[in-house]
């Protein structure tokens, strides 16, 4: 199977190439293409030829738009790339005759259903990220019938800059923190999405589907969890309501898992993946 990873330069996209190469199957007969913003820019309608032109099987996008202020101040920008650069993507593994994988979010979510968000629940996004996000997910449909959406959260890995490094970064720096406590999600390794993703592909069960860390936590779990394996369990984090910025974010919007684990793909307990993390990141720091 040759793979062919859209926005490979992102936290997620160097996961999937890693995980992806450790993989004996993939590996072999340059089953990896890997194309960064540089190479594949998804606001090109160029993008189209340039993927049939990899002969992939498989297109993950990785590529978007991710500063949710930024969608804010810029929204059109948002949906150059979050909507239409997602169909030309997707224009392009139609040409190919490959799949698709589209990534998406949980911000396509309100957070106020007061329960965890199934593949089944209404979509009403209240940012322009999001809106970008769910328009993604539309248009891709429209132009492309093998495409599996898998909708993920609050994500981090190796390398990438994210709330674990912000957490980490701002506890350097001051004595103690404030983070809300009633902002509720699934903390995701990318690693573990990115093997949730390479197992998916074989699966053929099209659709949407949910792929995140088991669990879910508030902000301030995650950030109390986090100082907690950099060894500073006695660092003082207090718990507040409010974190002023300008996209709203859904309140509760923990994803459950339910259509990819019917086709027997499944994903560890956070806790879990934020341990592996913590390993995985020292090894690289350590050279
Ligand atoms: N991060 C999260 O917490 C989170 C949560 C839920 C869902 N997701 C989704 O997960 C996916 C991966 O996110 P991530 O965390 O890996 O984000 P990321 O680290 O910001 O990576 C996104 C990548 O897309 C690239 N990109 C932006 N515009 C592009 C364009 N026009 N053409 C080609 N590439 C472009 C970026 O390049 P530049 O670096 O050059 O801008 C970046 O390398 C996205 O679909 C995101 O919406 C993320």
Known sequence: MRILIVGAGGQ???????????????????????????????????????IAAAEPDVVINAAAMTDVDGCERDPDEAFRVNALGARNVALGAALAGADLVHISTDFVFDGGKGDAYWEFDRTAPISVYGASKLAGEEWVGRVHDRVYIARTAWLYGIGGRNFVTR?????????????????????????????????????????????????????????????????????????????????????????????????????????????????????????
Not at 18 to 29: I, M
Not at 174 to 190: A, K, M, Q, W
Not at 217 to 223: D, I
């Open 12 to 50: 997620l996209g160097r996961a999937l190439r890693r995980r992806a190469l450790g993989r004996a199957d993939l590996a072999r007969g340059h089953g990896v293409v890997a194309c960064g913003r540089g190479e594949m820019d998804v606001t090109d309608l160029g993008v189209r030829d340039a």
């Open 167 to 287: 957490i980490l970064d701002l506890a350097a720096e001051r004595p103690s923190l404030e983070v809300v406590d009633n902002e509720v999600g699934n903390p995701t390794f990318c690693d573990d999405l990115a093997d949730a993703v390479l197992a998916l592909v074989h699966t053929r069960a099209y659709g949407i589907c949910h792929l995140v860390n088991e669990g879910a936590c508030s902000r301030h779990a995650f950030a109390r969890a986090i100082l907690d394996l950099a060894g500073r369990p006695d660092y003082p984090i207090h718990p507040v309501d409010h974190y002023p910025r300008l996209a709203r974010a859904p309140s509760y919007a923990p994803l459950r898992n339910f259509a990819a684990a019917q086709a027997g793909v499944r994903l560890p307990p956070w806790q879990d993946g934020l341990a592996r993390y913590f390993e995985r990141q020292a090894l690289v720091a350590d050279g």
